[in-house]
Antibody
Framework: EVQLVESGGGLVKPGGSLRLSCAAS????????MNWVRQAPGKGLEWVSS????????YYADSVKGRFTISRDNAKDSLYLQMNSLRAEDTAVYYC?????????????WGQGTLVTVSS | IQLTQSPSSLSASVGDRVTITCRAS??????LAWYQQKPGKAPKLLIY???TLQSGVPSRFSGRGSGTDFTLTISSLQPEDFATYYC????????FGGGTKVEIK
């Protein structure tokens, strides 16, 4: 069974940092593009970042470019999102999503999400 | 690329045929997916590359379109279909539509 479990969310002050993790199981992690998608409270979905299987291709939304860093460890079946210089508008539930084999940015499996709250 | 969904919300009854539209600000070929999201839950993939039904998704869901205009149709609305639906364009910098909330009439 495919499982994605996010962790690392919490309350952080503006300007602070946080590192999210996503532990994958039930599939060959190294064969799939992975994505982070977030959802602010009561709002719609926003794509954050994608990383290809060998980390060759990495993309970021303009809203997080230069502040967030996506990475993966295929040996540990894990995806990460390092978030620096956090702002109030980064407050959201952050989901990791496995990319479809035919289209890496479409998420066929999603984690349950981890809440990041940026507030003083 | 901007995606505009319409309507932003609708009220419908069980058994109704429901159609949601997603318009892209520029052509995206068939690089579009549709998701269903229920409150407090992660999104669920319904359709990808505009018209391919994801495994396990009921056949009452269908998708059409290419270029800039796309539709998601639920042929006969069921109680479990009341949710919010999002389209997503699937290029290297993907984006989502604003969502359509389907409510019970």
């Amino acid at each position: 069974e495919v499982q994605l479990v996010e962790s690392g969310g919490g309350l952080v002050k503006p300007g602070g940092s946080l590192r999210l993790s996503c532990a994958a199981s039930g599939f060959t992690f190294s064969s799939y593009t992975m994505n982070w998608v977030r959802q602010a409270p009561g709002k719609g979905l926003e794509w954050v970042s994608s990383i290809s299987t060998t980390s060759t291709y990495i993309y970021y939304a303009d809203s997080v470019k230069g502040r967030f860093t996506i990475s993966r460890d295929n040996a540990k079946d894990s995806l990460y999102l390092q978030m620096n210089s956090l702002r109030a508008e980064d407050t959201a539930v952050y989901y990791c999503a496995r990319g479809l084999a035919v289209s890496g940015t479409a998420g066929d499996y999603w984690g349950q999400g981890t809440l990041v709250t940026v507030s003083s | 690329i901007q995606l505009t969904q319409s309507p932003s919300s609708l009220s419908a009854s069980v058994g109704d045929r429901v159609t949601i539209t997603c318009r892209a600000s520029q052509g995206i070929s068939s690089h579009l997916a549709w998701y269903q999201q229920k409150p407090g839950k992660a999104p669920k993939l319904l359709i990808y590359v505009a018209s391919t039904l994801q495994s396990g998704v009921p056949s009452r869901f269908s998708g059409r379109g290419s270029g800039t205009d796309f539709t998601l149709t639920i042929s006969s609305l069921q109680p479990e279909d009341f949710a919010t639906y999002y389209c997503q364009q699937l290029n290297s910098y993907p984006s989502f539509g604003g969502g359509t909330k389907v409510e019970i009439k």
